[in-house]
Structure formats: structure tokens, C-alpha cells
């Protein structure tokens, strides 16, 4: 095997109330692959739902872009991934930066709750709703999310996805998209169609995952995840699937 010197980097991101746990045996795989991987905690997840409430998708953003920063210092090339709301933040990443690929799990750009439409109002009435964490089809797995949501906070979530769809014409790297056949979470296909519609690139490819929930990085399909997302950055940043592992710790179409 020859060594890297310069690998390429991966900007790996989590989701909405969850954490690193639901991203870490993707990032664990993808740096066995030769990827060097940093994947930030968001601000206000991995600590309380009230802390969530007090911040901004600004705030996401800005910790998911330095993350990517960082590696654009560090790495030859670099790509973006992430799960469900981190599948926003690589998209919004790829509109304003020269990233070589996209991989998104279930990624969300549009809210299918209707109560989303008056967000901006019940935020003040109503602090928090009841969350559906863990939306996993595999027995004993948890992505340690939060079991409320702050009305604040989807309120944030729902400008997220609206800038980011604004965005989407500007992004032209290739597309992988994985998105499980059920998902109690993204529950509708409306963000997945905005891509379709959106997406300035031509190359998006479409993979069903057809034994996981929305949490599809911890399910039955993990693999499957992992593997084709290997082969998808390898592929589009030219490099060989042979590369030696990293050993810095990470930072924390149909399947075959």
C-alpha cells in the first residue's frame, strides 16, 4: 500500500438534535479508506434541547464550514457528507465552496410538519415538542439525540433548508444521495425531489436503502452506506481505494 501524504479530506456532518455517535462508524469506515475525517459537534447538540434553543443555523453552519476549512488547509482535496440535517449543511458547503463531492443520508430540505408553517409564531407560546429520536430499524442502536425538540430551534432548521434550496443551483459536484424507503423523520420525498429540481450539477445519484429507517448510518444498511461512499469520493477525487488508513483519530443506485 502507498502511503498519503496529502489525503483527501472529508467534512462529515451529524444531524438535527442528534450527535456524533449517529456519524462515527461512518467516519471510523471512511478513515480505514485512506479519507482523513473531521466531523464537528454542532452547536447546542450533545448537550440539552434548552441549549439548542438558544442557538442559530448560522451557528451550524459556521461550525460545519470550519470544519471543511480546516481541511482545505490540511488536505490535497476535500468532500462533503452528512446525515439528515448535516445532508443541508453539505449541500449549502458545496454552493459556496469547491468541494470534489457531495454524499447525503436522508437529507432534509423541506419540513413535511405542517405546524413548520407558523414556526416563527408558536416559538414564543411553545417552548418544545416531543422528538422521534432514534428512528432506527436495527434492535439496540442509539444516535443520543435529544427526546424534545425546541419550537426555536426548527424554527431555525426551516431558514436552513430555505437558504440552502435558494443555494442549490450554485452547487455543480457529483451527488450521491442515499435515502431509506421508510423514514419516520423525512417522512415525504419532497426533499429529495427539491434536489432533483434544484441541484445546479448533472451527476446525482440516487441509492434506495430499503432495510433502514431515517438513521440509516446506524441501521441495517450501514454498510452499504459506507462502502459506496468510499467508492463514490475515491472516484471523484481520483484517488486509489488501496490508500493506507489514516491514523490520526477522526474528529469528533440500487445497493449490490
Known sequence: MKSVTAPVGVALSHGFTGSLPSVVPWA??????GFRVVTPLLPGHGTTWEDLATRTWHEWYDAYEAAYLELAREC????????????ALALRLAALHPVAGVSVVNPGLV?????SHVSAIIRYAMRS???LGNDIKRPGQDEHAYNRVPVAAAHELKLLFRDTVALLPRATAPLQVFRSTVDHTVTSERSVAAIAR??????IRLI?????????TLDN??????????????EVTGTDSDSEPVTAPVRTEEPA
Open 198 to 203: 434544484h441541484y445546479g450539477g448533472g451527476d
Open 129 to 131: 415538542v416531543p422528538a
Open 111 to 115: 419540513i413535511d410538519d405542517p405546524r
Open 208 to 216: 434506495r436503502l430499503r432495510d433502514s429507517y431515517h438513521v440509516a
Open 221 to 234: 444498511d450501514a454498510e452499504t452506506i459506507f462502502s459506496r461512499s468510499a467508492a463514490f469520493f475515491h
Open 76 to 87: 490535497s482535496t476535500v468532500v462533503a457528507a452528512g446525515l439528515s440535517m448535516g445532508g
Open 28 to 33: 471510523e469506515a471512511l478513515r480505514h479508506e
